[in-house]
C-alpha cells in the first residue's frame, strides 16, 4: 500500500515547542500561521488596457498602481511589488485555477504568471506590543501613521527578507517570509516578544 505523504507547515515543529511553554500572565504579542495560501507572482504592463482589464475580470478589482499598496476582494489579496509586479494571495488551492484564469484572459499579451507552490508562508503578528517588536529587528517605520491601513513593503525583519503588509487592522501586521526562513524568524520574534508576554496560536 503507498503511503500517504502529509503535508506539513514550516512552523509545525515549532508550533509543538511552543505549546509546551507556559503561557504568559499577559500576552503582549500573538502570533499565528496562516497556512497554506496560495501564493502567484504577477508581471505585466499596468499601462496596457488590455492586461488592467483582463486582471480586473479575473481578479474582480484592479491591481494596484500606487507604491507599496494592496488591493483585495474576496480572498484575493494584491500586493504591489514594483511598477509591473504584483504578489497575489488567494485561499488554500486557488491559486491554481487563478493562475490558469489569468493565462486564458492575458495569453496574447506580454507577461509573466508564475506560482509560488510551498514556497513561502504568511506569520501574522497581532497584540498590544506587536509593534514594538518588530522595531527591535525592521528599520522600516510602520507607525501607523505611516504604514497604515492596505500599505505593504519589501524589507528585512531580523535581517530575514519579507514582504510586511496590513489589512484593515492596525494592530496587525502579516509577514510573508520563504519557508526557508520561517522558523528562525519564528524563534527571533519570540525571543524579541517574550518581555511582553509571547503567546504562539
Known sequence: MPETLQRMSPLDGFRAAAAKVPKPAAVGVHLTERQFLGYLNLRGDPENSSFVEGVQQCLGF??????????????????WLSPDEWLLI??????VELAS??????????????DLPDGQTTLHLSGANALDVL???????LH???????????TLVAKA???????????CFNLIIRRSFAEYLALWLQDAGSEYG???G
Open 90 to 95: 488567494t485561499q488554500n488551492s486557488k491559486d
Open 161 to 171: 527578507p519579507v514582504v510586511v503588509w496590513r489589512g484593515d487592522d492596525l494592530s
Open 198 to 200: 509571547f503567546e504562539m
Open 101 to 114: 484564469r489569468l493565462r486564458t484572459a492575458l495569453h496574447d499579451l506580454h507577461v509573466a504568471i508564475t
Open 62 to 79: 484592479s491591481v494596484p498602481v500606487l507604491p507599496n499598496t494592496l488591493s483585495q476582494s474576496g480572498s484575493v489579496t494584491a500586493l
Open 144 to 154: 501607523p501613521s505611516v504604514f497604515g491601513f492596505r500599505n505593504c513593503a519589501q
Open 135 to 141: 522595531r527591535k529587528g525592521c528599520h522600516l517605520d
